[in-house]
Structure formats: C-alpha cells, structure tokens
C-alpha cells in the first residue's frame, strides 16, 4: 500500500538569508521567534504563556534551514511549544500548557499506521 504524500514544506519567504547568524544571549523569546517567522514565512499565533529568556549563541553562520531546527530545538528545551496548525501558520504554546489540539486518531488497521 502505498503511502500518502507528504506535505509539501512553505517555501522560505524572498527575503529569507541563505545563512543566519544566530546570537541571542539571554533574548526574550518573542525575539527569536520573530526571526523564525521570518526564516520560515509562517505565521505564528502564541498564547499569553510564552514569554521568558532564551540562551542561543552559534559562532558562525549557519544554513536557514540548520538556524530553523536550532530555534526549534531551542524552543523545546526551554518548554515550548510549536505545533503545526496548517501549511502557514504555527501554534506557539508556552511552558506548562498543553500543546495538543488536535484529536489522536485511533487506527483500527496496522496497515493504516504511518511509518
């Protein structure tokens, strides 16, 4: 069986660098999510909860899409957030909420579990 197609990923707004150089010692979160905005082109919708200081320092520059996965990861470790919330838009949820909307599906099928 095969398997369906992926979606396909929002390509980086006209103005996106090729490279980013990423130096945000103790910056506010929203700061660093706005250059993830900019990095990506999606929209991001963040509840009142996301707020603090973030510690993300990398030397050299690094490809857009290497400074996308650091922001993200970066994000993570310090408690939130981001959920897909379609092609264009992304959920920023803050520490200690819980960041799932969407109903978990139940698969009656194993042919029907993605791989």
């Known amino acids: 069986m095969a398997n ?26 929203v700061d660093v999510l706005h250059l ?10 963040m509840d009142n909860f996301v707020q603090g200081k973030v510690n993300i320092f990398i030397a050299k520059d690094v490809s857009r ?6 922001i993200e990861m970066s994000m993570s470790l310090n408690g939130i957030s981001l959920v897909p919330a379609g092609r264009d838009l ?4 803050g520490a200690g ?3 799932r909307k969407a109903p978990v599906p139940i698969v009656s099928d194993l042919a ?3 791989p």
């Open 36 to 45: 993830y905005e900019q990095l990506t082109g999606k929209k991001l919708v």
């Open 90 to 93: 992304v959920d920023v949820v």
């Open 65 to 70: 899409e290497e400074a996308v996965k650091i």
């Open 4 to 29: 369906p197609p992926a979606e396909a990923p929002v390509p980086p707004p006209p103005n996106a660098p090729a490279m980013v150089r990423l130096q945000f010692p103790n910056s506010d979160v």
């Open 112 to 114: 029907d579990i993605p």
């Open 97 to 99: 909420q819980n960041p």
